[in-house]
């Protein structure tokens, strides 16, 4: 669990202060921005490694349970997980109303995602991992709007972007939806 710990710290930490200007601003000032953007990378990845080892041994050892998530629990998840992935296929597809309306889709997804997983996951490991994603996609939320980052611009129609990001997105959702027990252990349809 401690490796799960550590590789969610530094992933979150990572993140977190990326949000802080001024201490970004003065690293990217002295060192220059390739070497601050391949240093964060390297900081970010080591963490998500650390994660995935750190949770793969978790699962491994046993899960500890904390409550247990009513079966129906699930008919809630998996729609927000869906809700994350066309938003996560908004982000790439050529501008679109889904992003506009959703704003900053990459965040949207995060949290979408997170809380999708949340719901289901009643073990200490689980509700450490997504609650702190969760966490901080709240934070960096109202991070990017005191920042006065109002993100991708509202369209007023739906747009090829937006089936795109629909067809991608429920795609890459329906894939995931099939190979979950085979990348992570976990069946989510069925069982």
Do not use: Q
């Not at 220059?32 to 994660?51: D, F, M, Q």
């Not at 995935?52 to 729609?79: C, K, T």
């Not at 992935?85 to 959703?102: D, E, K, Q, T, Y």
């Not at 960096?140 to 739906?158: S, Y």
């Amino acid at each position: 669990m401690l490796i799960l710990i550590l590789g969610i710290a530094i992933f979150v930490g990572v993140h977190v202060f990326s949000t802080l200007r001024g201490p970004r601003a003065a690293l990217v000032e002295k060192y220059g921005a390739n070497a601050y953007k391949t240093a964060y990378s390297a900081v970010a990845g080591l963490g998500l490694a650390l994660i995935v080892w750190g949770f793969s041994r978790y699962r491994a050892e046993g899960l500890i349970p904390v409550w247990d998530p009513p079966h129906w629990m699930r008919h809630v998840a998996m729609p927000l997980v869906w809700v994350a992935f066309v938003a996560l296929a908004s982000r790439r597809a050529p501008a679109s109303r889904i992003r506009g309306w959703l704003r900053h889709p990459t965040l949207v997804a995060l949290k979408s995602w997170a809380l999708g997983h949340l719901l289901v996951n009643g073990d200490l490991g689980g509700m450490l991992l997504f609650g702190s994603l969760l966490g901080f996609g709240v934070y960096d939320r109202i991070a990017v709007k005191r920042r006065g980052d109002l993100g991708a611009p509202r369209l007023d129609a739906f747009t090829k972007g937006d089936a795109i990001a629909l067809g991608a997105g429920t795609a890459l959702y329906a894939l995931i939806l099939i190979l979950h027990p085979y990348l992570f252990g976990v069946p989510v349809l069925g069982g």
